[in-house]
């Protein structure tokens, strides 16, 4: 990894809440070394699930991904943390906004992508159920 992140985002701080965060690690990199971007949308989903499964206090699964952008490549052994942010919550859904950032040794931090993702709460055969009122507070 660089030693330095050029900060070129117009975001200052992360938005949300911490959700996730590992270390990208040289198995989980491309043959140009760096990070595949599925390897990104898998650790998101992780950190969509985390804040989906509070607010529907039990099972969940992921339905869609409504929007997804890749901003800058990520190197081998960055840190990588996953912020959520509950955006809305239907019936038996919830839109969560993932952002993942990458920090150095210098905590230097720069977003390296974005999306959002949707959500259901399940029941115990697998079917939607109502997501409980009190999550919406």
Not at 14 to 28: E, H, R, S, V, Y
Not at 37 to 59: F, I
Not at 94 to 105: F, L
Request: glycine letters at 8%; hydrophobic letters at 45%; one cysteine or more.
């Amino acid at each position: 990894m660089a030693d330095h992140i050029d900060d070129i985002d117009s975001d200052p701080l992360p938005a949300g809440t911490l959700a996730l965060q590992t270390i990208a690690m040289p198995a989980d990199a491309n043959w140009n070394g760096d990070i595949f971007g599925g390897w990104l949308v898998s650790q998101m989903d992780l950190a969509g699930a985390v804040t989906a499964r509070r607010a529907a206090r039990g099972r969940i699964a992921t339905v869609a991904i409504d929007s997804m952008a890749f901003l800058r490549p990520v190197p081998v052994g960055a840190v990588i943390s996953c912020y959520t942010q509950l955006l809305d919550i239907g019936r038996t859904s919830m839109k969560i906004q993932v952002e993942v950032w990458i920090s150095d040794h210098n905590s230097n931090q720069a977003k390296v992508t974005e999306g959002i993702f949707t959500f259901v709460a399940i029941d115990g055969t697998g079917h939607t159920r109502p997501v409980p009122k009190a999550s919406a507070n």
